[in-house]
């Protein structure tokens, strides 16, 4: 229960802070939606341990908000990269040779971690999320520089693998 609160107050104060507003009407109408938000996403953010039936909690979410933060740092660099690569294209310093769709396996991703990750694949200037063929297993994604496409797979299958699936499995 302790948990709860402590979520509530915390949310509440995030939503405070981006209205830039402690006024009484604004911090009950935060506290609303945070706690229709943790109601919501309950099994997220407090799960139990399935190996019993206690309330006994794990520390996953503390684990999944650590890790978010090199993910961050990893999107934020691919993103930086994309812009490069795309300005060198644009500016004629760099040919576009093969621009093309490459197929990369889904592996265990959950819906949830596809979602992510398509729309992480579409932040950085140069690719774009196309779409997910369920019967093959695979995602299919448009990239500037399509010459080496496994060379791709195994990108994105190290960025999956060291960042996103500690926070979006």
């Known amino acids: 229960m302790i948990r709860y609160v402590f979520a509530v107050v915390a949310l509440t104060l995030v939503y405070a802070l981006a209205l830039a507003s402690f006024h009484p009407?604004?911090?009950?109408?935060?506290?609303?939606?945070?706690t229709a938000l943790l109601f919501?996403?309950?099994r997220i953010a407090f799960e139990t341990d399935s190996n019993s039936g206690?309330?006994?909690r794990r520390p996953r979410l503390l684990r999944r908000v650590v890790a978010f933060v090199p993910f961050c740092l990893a999107v934020f660099r691919d993103i930086l990269v994309g812009t490069w690569e795309v300005v060198l294209v644009v500016l004629h310093l760099r040919p576009l040779e093969s621009s093309g769709i490459v197929a990369v396996?889904?592996?265990d991703r959950t819906p949830?971690?596809?979602?992510?990750?398509?729309?992480?694949?579409?932040?950085p200037p140069g690719s774009f999320f196309?779409?997910?063929?369920?019967?093959?297993?695979?995602?299919?994604?448009?990239?500037?520089?399509a010459r080496d496409s496994e060379a791709i797979r195994e990108q994105h299958?190290?960025?999956y693998h060291r960042y996103q699936r500690k926070v979006f499995p």
């Open 54 to 56: 206690s309330a006994r």
């Open 105 to 107: 396996p889904i592996g």
């Open 40 to 42: 919501s996403f309950r």
């Open 25 to 34: 009407w604004d911090l009950l109408i935060g506290a609303g939606l945070s």
């Open 130 to 145: 196309v779409d997910v063929d369920r019967g093959r297993g695979v995602a299919l994604i448009h990239v500037i520089d």
């Open 112 to 123: 949830t971690g596809v979602a992510v990750w398509a729309l992480v694949t579409g932040l």
């Open 157 to 159: 299958q190290d960025f």
